[in-house]
């Protein structure tokens, strides 16, 4: 069905080409898992079968990719459209209408379909994805998570042949996410539905992979076949995988359930072992950090159409914490957020959770005092945000939010590092220090825009971090980062947890609340329905616990580097001897 034959593309200003060499084939009716590092070129194969490159990206293409024997150097997107459905990382660039019912017809409406067949197909896909109730609601007004299923459901709704997904399940809570590819694996048995897939999560997508499709590094030639035998060479590999490899399981796994049935020595071996807890702080006295020359406008500033003036001198980090008191917010008819009550420490590392829509990222623009509060009180470092200047409140809390762009102005990494070093008062070559430990061998002179999503948010997390906020706001962080920028970021975040910055997460991402926070807080329909040390909350909850607590329980382990600590610990000769 896709035929890549000897495809190279180079991009204009970049040293060595992004794909190099590609010569393969993708069968109609299979499921391919595209897996690499960050920035390896993944979208960009991509895009090579959507027309989107060179089309609309610009670089050069050499050799030859066809799709159902169309070939789409002369195919411009436009005419693939009948035959290819493409979601991309950034589902706010894919809309072109307003609401979520006629974003479900407009791709069926530009094929000519009649209109009764666009009715039953858009009521199809609304109860496939679970956007029945969604169906009026202004697109505007969604989650990120939600935009993300609608994105979905517009490009199958026309029943293309093939789907060229990026990131698919990146902004969706763990239901949402198997609700989809439930609804991925439908179409590839039974209508023979081609499918090629990107994804970082791994966990949640290897074990229903017919093949996985592996770009080691820039240029490199890829490498395809059984997503066993790949995962078993590759540098990304989901935890389920990195236990196997650990303990020396073979066949690799590639599913909790397959490890439950070979964990029972491993259990046996752990049985003894009480598994570690990690504590936050139960008080925390920092000494104030550097004042900055001026404060950087960021996401806040920008949205208020404002630059801050210079601020008084940073207060303590001790100030930072978050007291929150019967909290309820209100979007015209929706109510985002109810009685919510919660403390963060400084030093402590808190990871809310939740399905999408139960109101999280509503919680952390209101701590910023973006959204202001219907009822009850916020106070972050003994100010009310909503009733706070921006100036003073951008001193005390830093926002990342889920769409990295928001932040990113200047033309070239180096300019955006220049600015934040300037911005914050920091040495300079502050914030090209966090790049370069979030981002390895990126360049200064590469514009944002030619990065990857994932690298763009690593960026953008520079930036906020270089001016050490008391209290850091991360709205799905690790979007597009594979396994080894995720571990550097949680390097980084502990760094910081440690020298008392009060941490919120907003995240769907189990594994990483497993391997950071000290508490775990769930929302469901505005609500605080759990809140608790983590290891507490996600054991007993099958939709939030990670991968190894699943294989491992009812004992509490969360992450293969526990579990790795403790086998070398019991080993003749380890530290415990």
């Not at 960026?459 to 799905?476: I, Q």
Request: with cysteine; net charge negative.
């Amino acid at each position: 069905m896709i035929r890549f034959e000897q495809v190279s593309v180079r991009y204009e200003g970049v040293g060595r080409p992004t794909l190099s060499g590609i010569d393969l084939t993708v069968p109609e009716g299979e499921l391919v898992l595209v897996v690499g590092p960050s920035g390896v070129g993944k979208s960009t194969l991509l895009g090579a079968v959507s027309g989107l490159v060179p089309h609309f990206t610009g670089g050069t293409l050499t050799g030859r990719v066809t799709v159902g024997g169309r070939d789409t150097r002369t195919h411009k997107p436009r005419e693939l459209a009948d035959l290819v459905g493409t979601v991309g990382q950034d589902p706010l660039a894919h809309f072109v209408t307003d609401t979520v019912e006629d974003e479900l017809a407009y791709g069926m409406e530009s094929l000519g379909l009649a209109p009764d067949v666009m009715r039953r197909r858009v009521e199809e896909t609304l109860d496939l994805l679970g956007l029945a109730e969604l169906r009026d609601r202004p697109i505007a007004t969604l989650s990120g998570g939600q935009r993300q299923r609608v994105a979905i459901g517009s490009v199958l709704t026309p029943h293309p042949k093939v789907l060229v997904l990026d990131e698919p399940t990146s902004a969706l809570d763990p239901a949402a996410a198997e609700d989809v590819l439930a609804v991925l694996q439908r179409l590839v048995h039974d209508l023979g539905t081609t499918v090629l897939m990107a994804e970082h999560r791994l966990e949640r997508v290897v074990q229903y992979a017919d093949q996985v499709l592996l770009l080691p590094a820039p240029g490199a030639a890829p490498v395809m076949g059984a997503p066993a035998d790949v995962m078993a060479l590759s540098p990304v590999r989901p935890p389920v995988v990195a236990l196997g490899r650990l303990v020396g399981w073979d066949p690799l796994p590639l599913s909790v359930r397959d490890a439950r049935r070979r964990a029972v020595d491993l259990r046996e071996r752990l049985a003894d072992v009480e598994p570690p807890a990690r504590e936050a702080p139960a008080d925390a006295v920092v000494a104030p950090l550097p004042a900055p020359a001026a404060a950087r406008p960021g996401f806040l500033g920008r949205l208020l159409g404002r630059r801050p003036a210079p601020a008084p001198e940073r207060p303590p980090v001790l100030d930072a914490a978050v007291r929150i008191e019967g909290l309820g917010v209100r979007h015209g008819r929706v109510q985002a957020l109810r009685g919510v009550t919660l403390s963060v420490a400084p030093g402590e590392t808190v990871a809310l959770m939740g399905r999408n829509g139960a109101g999280k990222s509503t919680l952390l623009t209101t701590l910023v005092g973006m959204t202001g509060p219907t009822t009850g009180s916020v106070l972050v470092g003994g100010l009310h945000p909503s009733r706070t200047p921006p100036r003073d409140m951008v001193r005390r809390v830093g926002l990342v939010p889920q769409e990295p762009r928001d932040l990113l102005y200047a033309d070239t990494v180096g300019a955006e590092c220049a600015a934040a070093d300037s911005d914050a008062g920091a040495p300079a070559g502050s914030c090209r220090a966090l790049v370069s430990e979030l981002l390895p061998g990126v360049p200064d002179d590469v514009h944002p825009r030619d990065l990857s999503e994932g690298q763009r948010l690593a960026l953008a997390l520079a930036l906020v971090l270089t001016a050490r906020p008391p209290l850091l706001l991360l709205d799905e962080p690790t979007r597009g980062l594979d396994y080894a920028a995720k571990a550097r970021l949680v390097g980084v975040l502990r760094r910081l947890a440690g020298a008392g910055h009060a941490i919120i997460l907003a995240t769907h991402d189990v594994e990483l609340a497993a391997e950071l926070a000290h508490r775990v807080v769930i929302l469901a329909d505005g609500e605080v329905v759990a809140d608790g040390p983590t290891r507490e909350v996600v054991v007993s909850s099958p939709a939030f616990a990670p991968q190894t607590a699943k294989i491992l329980a009812p004992r509490q382990w969360l992450t293969v580097g526990q579990v790795r600590t403790a086998l070398e610990a019991s080993a003749p000769g380890g530290p415990a001897a």
